[in-house]
């Protein structure tokens, strides 16, 4: 490890340095014999302020890294060519685990890690740029559940990063507060890009694609933060999300069906519009409530005010998951309409959609309904109105973008 120091002041006349001097050191780690200890030991000493840089080249890892220290960047030469192989980890858990705040990962991948990709704690004004997680397998339900994952964070920053092979989600963020993702691919993954119990993101201009899902935006019952919402997806391409559901039984998102586009579960102040939306076989955009019995008297299964706005669809719902789909095709002349929805509502502002866009739905009056209590009929609900929420508080802080340079 080479440690150097750089230092900064400010000169008043012929006045001395400064007392608060900032002393900057960049610790670089070089691929080779010992990068595992070489790795970790400069993660460790890093103080406020330090990079730690990442050479080009293979490392070969035995176990996860972790970092607990505030204002550290970790640096590498390029998602391509700076490769962290954790095919050789011992356990099953994170290739890194974050637990600190105004860190940023940047330029370096991270491959076939037993547990999750990159995860984060707790950690808040974090970001991710040009981060790549990959399984090289291919989809496996023995892969780790989720390559980019913070969670329980104010202010996130995801930015050009590709993850593929995630047995759960590709981009998870969790319980967290102001959120951007942007620019990124998803491919490959149960769940492409998974925005969860989380309030005031923006998912935009981003490719989901080869997923089983590949947007979801919902909230589950039992967490420690409830109440997810005020979430933009905008201008991304959903296109042929057609990968079959290879998450482990018992997984929430193991119920997702092949080929779901965008999809909103018991989530409120969602809005969809600007998106490129084809070849999902099932739906473009599915919208219902949670299906589950639970018994946390702070959730709300139902999902509300949804407004759909001007997307681009093609073909979709050519080959719908759907009990009795068959039937479904036959009805509505060889493809479902892009916007299903299963027609459970809390009052009259369930669901909206732009004025042209055809949908169907199942017509379902209470959560927990089977299908076989489907009564299909094509969509009629209002058109979108004006968005409920101060549109300037969606997305990650803007102090955040300064780290991206």
């Known amino acids: 490890m080479i440690r150097t120091l750089t230092i900064s002041a400010l000169l008043l006349g012929a006045s001395p340095l400064a007392p608060s001097v900032l002393l900057a050191a960049t610790h670089t780690v070089t691929p080779g014999e010992g990068a595992q200890e070489r790795l970790q030991e400069a993660l460790i000493l890093a103080e406020p302020g330090d990079e730690v840089v990442l050479e080009a080249g ?14 550290v960047t970790v640096r590498g030469a390029g998602m391509d060519e ?10 099953s858990g994170e290739g890194f685990l974050i637990t600190s705040d105004n860190v940023t990962v940047r330029d370096f991948a991270l491959e076939n890690p037993k547990g999750d990709g990159v995860k984060s704690k707790g950690a808040d004004n974090i970001v991710y740029h040009r981060v790549r997680v990959t399984w090289t397998g291919g989809p496996d339900a023995t892969n780790g559940a989720y390559g980019i994952y913070p969670v329980e964070s104010e202010g996130v920053l995801i930015d050009g990063v590709k993850v593929s092979g995630a047995s759960d989600a590709g981009i998870y963020v969790g319980q967290s507060n102001r959120i951007t993702v942007r620019n990124s691919i998803a491919e490959a993954n149960v769940a492409g890009i998974e925005i969860e119990n989380s309030r005031n993101a923006l998912v935009e201009n981003n490719l989901a694609t080869r997923n089983t899902g ?10 420690p933060v409830m109440g997810g919402g005020n979430v933009v997806v905008r201008r991304n391409l959903v296109v042929a999300n057609d990968t079959a559901n290879f998450a482990p039984p018992g997984n929430i998102v193991a119920s997702v069906r092949r080929g779901t586009g965008i999809l909103v579960m018991a989530n409120e102040n969602v809005t969809i519009e600007g998106n490129v939306v084809d070849g999902n076989p099932t739906a473009g955009v599915m919208v219902i409530a949670y299906t589950q019995p639970f018994e946390d008297e702070r959730y709300n299964p139902y999902a509300r005010n949804v407004s759909v706005g001007a ?12 009990d009795g789909s068959d039937q479904l095709l036959a009805a509505f002349g060889g493809s479902l309409p892009p916007i299903l929805w299963d027609g459970i509502a809390q009052s009259d502002t369930g669901l909206r959609v732009a004025d042209g866009i055809a949908g169907w739905t199942l017509g379902l009056t209470r959560p927990g309904q089977s299908f076989g209590e489907a009564s299909p009929a094509p969509l009629s609900v209002p058109q979108p109105a004006d968005a409920t929420w101060d549109d300037a508080g969606i997305g990650a802080p803007a102090e955040l973008e300064d780290r991206l340079g």
Do not use: M
Not at 82 to 91: C, E, K, N, R
């Open 58 to 71: 293979h490392y070969a890892l035995t176990d996860g890294l972790s970092l607990d220290v505030d204002n």
């Open 82 to 91: 700076t490769v962290l192989d954790f095919t050789s980890q011992a356990g």
């Open 214 to 223: 590949g947007i979801l935006v919902f909230d589950l019952p039992d967490l």
């Open 311 to 322: 997307n681009v669809f093609g073909r979709n719902g050519y080959e719908p998951q759907l």
